[in-house]
């Protein structure tokens, strides 16, 4: 399987890292290496210094697909959950300066915490979906799907047109505003509407 993961997809996050705005996906991946499952303590690497959380809704891909059209792809994804794009930022802009590539900032093993999914028929309206993110019982970031930028169905199109989709992949689909450092210690907790889908430390 492969993670497939979205930058820049709610405007005010763009915006905090004084990114433009995109105006089509940005897209990186993560091997499948990066998983970190079942709310296992994330254990923060020694490279780096500024290691940053990124809240995102996940979506679980259940059949195999090219070229999907954007009016078919609601039928490519069945599940939804949470997941942490841990970001080493400090790597992420060195390598941004520089016009690098991205993995050593975002592919790191542990940099893919993900929650147990939940079938999307009993989430209700997917484009009116809360996701919070509380460290150590502080809210830190707080958003809705009504603000994405690319709808989950305009992502699977986009992607699938350069890579074939495959059951069981994963599409991390950006994340929300207040992103910033965690520490050795901190408890994650990470909320879906009501649903408390994440809670781990970082060791
Ligand atoms: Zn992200």
């Excluded at 991946?29 to 780096?48: E, Q, R, V």
């Excluded at 809704?57 to 942490?84: N, P, Q, R, S, T």
């Amino acid at each position: 399987m492969k993670i497939i993961a979205i930058g820049r997809n709610y405007a005010e996050h763009a915006k905090e890292l004084n990114n433009p705005v995109p105006t089509i996906p940005v897209i990186f991946m993560k091997p499948d290496t990066a998983i970190l499952k079942d709310n296992k303590p994330f254990y923060h690497p020694d490279f780096s210094q500024d290691i940053h959380h990124e809240i995102e809704v996940v979506l679980k891909v259940c059949k195999e697909g090219k070229h999907i059209g954007e009016k078919f792809a609601d039928g490519y994804y069945d599940e939804i959950g949470l997941g942490i794009d841990f970001t080493a930022r400090d790597i992420q802009n060195r390598h941004k300066e520089k016009g690098l590539p991205w993995e050593l900032a975002k592919g790191f093993d542990g940099s893919a915490p993900i929650s147990n999914f939940i079938p999307k028929a009993e989430l209700g309206d997917l484009y009116n979906l809360n996701l919070r993110l509380d460290i150590n019982g502080e809210t830190r970031q707080d958003g809705n799907t009504k603000d994405l930028l690319f709808s989950f169905e305009r992502l699977i199109a986009f992607v699938s047109q350069y890579i074939t989709l495959k059951k069981g992949d994963l599409i991390f689909t950006g994340t929300p505003p207040g992103v910033s450092k965690v520490g050795v210690g901190d408890h994650l907790e990470g909320y879906l509407n009501d649903n408390k889908l994440l809670d781990f430390f970082v060791k």
